[in-house]
């Protein structure tokens, strides 16, 4: 089916990936925890029980390696990890109170309360704190390698002629938006572009069975297309937006109310970022994440694009990233929950259609993310607090600054 970049489109696609979701197993115990429903620790300590979700992708690293170094436990956390099947699933768990928090999409909760990926006006999934920057790509398939890497004009090109299928991973998350703002720097016309809902372990199956032509997700489903030789790397987000928001930790309800078990939660997410950024762990990361139970993909696959070392595929040759591959703590830049970017999503939300009338930016803003919460943990961590919450920024793809203080030019820029 043909569906054109309207919020119309949009919604079917929120219903149809809700029912691949509902077809699947919703929940899948991840099978690498061990005793999930010990309830306590060292010396007879109760633990307090928590429920985290993860998608399989390399970014939900700092929740696999603050479980499996031991950084829960010592903040006298029982936490169980839970794999989910996909987007839709992790926002129906986190609404239905299945699951307590996790890895999940920064811009998921924006996309809910907007009505695009969710029931308008629904503000219970709230940001605490940012969990990666960088580290998704455009993936293109072998046949389109004319398209080259990050050539806007050779993009609009094949768009125009090809109208190719594309995906994303959920209606108005961050991939969909990285490959709706791709779409619009090419200038192509894309009334007649095929768009997509797919769960992100799935992209590679689907493009390899020509299903699709495209897609827009985080690691390592970007380098297993490589490596199986069906696709190349057309850009990474880090060449879109440098250092962008990409997945946080987002809680529901019980967590939100909750707010000593959060911090502490929190705290240990936030050490085992520090010793994911120090690279001389990441070998150790690619091994540790490679397990059916988390991303069931080979180390080899993984450990590469945490390096920076992208080989690009279709005889494209590598890119080298220093300091802006896939990023976790940044020395606290990574970690803050910025005000101005949920502004940013939100105005592209008005860029493409999706929402009619002008978004309370500011009370959406106060409303999804736990501010008071994020600069009382990082007080407490000797974590500095950037100055820059409502600063302007830079978007690298089309060399635009961002001015959340003038939010309206962005909200009416073709």
């Given at each position: 089916m043909t569906t054109s970049l309207n919020r119309r489109g949009f919604l079917r696609l929120t219903g149809s990936a809700a029912a691949v979701a509902a077809a699947g197993s919703i929940l899948t115990a991840c099978a690498v925890d061990e005793n999930p429903g010990q309830a306590a620790g060292a010396g007879g300590k109760n633990l307090r029980k928590v429920k985290l979700g993860f998608i399989a992708l390399t970014d939900c690293a700092p929740l696999i390696a603050a479980k499996q170094l031991g950084y829960f436990a010592e903040r006298g956390l029982d936490v169980e990890l839970i794999k989910q099947a996909s987007w839709p699933a992790t926002r129906d768990n986190l609404l239905s109170g299945e699951i307590d928090g996790g890895h999940v999409l920064f811009s998921m909760p924006l996309s809910v309360a907007m009505g695009i990926g969710g029931k308008a006006g629904t503000t219970d999934l709230k940001i605490a704190m940012v969990l990666n920057n960088n580290g998704q790509a455009i993936t293109l398939k072998k046949a389109y390698a004319g398209a080259g890497y990050g050539d806007l004009g050779a993009a609009k090109e094949l768009l125009e002629k090809e109208k190719p299928k594309l995906?994303?991973?959920?209606?108005?998350?961050?991939?969909?938006?990285?490959?709706?703002?791709?779409?619009?720097?090419?200038?192509?016309?894309?009334?007649?572009?095929?768009?997509?809902?797919?769960?992100?372990?799935?992209?590679?199956?689907?493009?390899?069975?020509?299903?699709?032509?495209?897609?827009?997700?985080?690691?390592?489903?970007?380098?297993?297309?490589?490596?199986?030789?069906?696709?190349?790397?057309?850009?990474?987000?880090?060449?879109?937006?440098?250092?962008?928001?990409?997945?946080?930790?987002?809680?529901?309800?019980?967590?939100?109310?909750?707010?000593?078990?959060?911090?502490?939660?929190?705290?240990?997410?936030?050490?085992?970022?520090?010793?994911?950024?120090?690279?001389?762990?990441?070998?150790?990361?690619?091994?540790?994440?490679?397990?059916?139970?988390?991303?069931?993909?080979p180390a080899a696959n993984i450990k590469g694009r945490l390096l920076g070392q992208y080989d690009l595929g279709a005889g494209l040759g590598t890119k080298t990233y220093t300091g802006d591959q896939m990023m976790f703590f940044r020395d606290g830049e990574t970690s803050l929950p910025r005000r101005s970017h949920v502004y940013w999503f939100l105005a592209q939300y008005q860029r493409f259609g999706l929402v009619k009338e002008t978004p309370d930016y500011a009370k959406l803003a106060d409303e999804l993310i736990l501010h008071d919460l994020y600069a009382k943990v990082a007080a407490a961590e000797g974590i500095k607090i950037p100055d820059d919450d409502m600063a302007p920024f830079h978007i690298k793809l089309d060399n635009i600054m961002f001015d959340p203080k003038n939010v309206a030019d962005e909200a009416r820029r073709p």
């Open positions: 995906a994303m991973t959920f209606p108005g998350g961050t991939h969909d938006t990285w490959l709706r703002y791709w779409l619009k720097a090419t200038k192509a016309d894309t009334s007649n572009i095929q768009v997509s809902a797919v769960p992100p372990p799935q992209m590679v199956s689907n493009m390899a069975a020509n299903n699709q032509d495209g897609y827009c997700v985080g690691e390592p489903w970007g380098a297993v297309a490589v490596q199986k030789d069906i696709g190349f790397t057309h850009i990474t987000t880090q060449d879109i937006w440098q250092h962008h928001p990409e997945k946080a930790l987002v809680v529901g309800a019980k967590l939100t109310n909750d707010q000593d078990t959060l911090a502490d939660i929190m705290k240990a997410t936030l050490k085992a970022a520090r010793w994911l950024d120090d690279l001389a762990n990441r070998d150790k990361l690619a091994d540790m994440l490679a397990p059916v139970g988390y991303v069931n993909a």
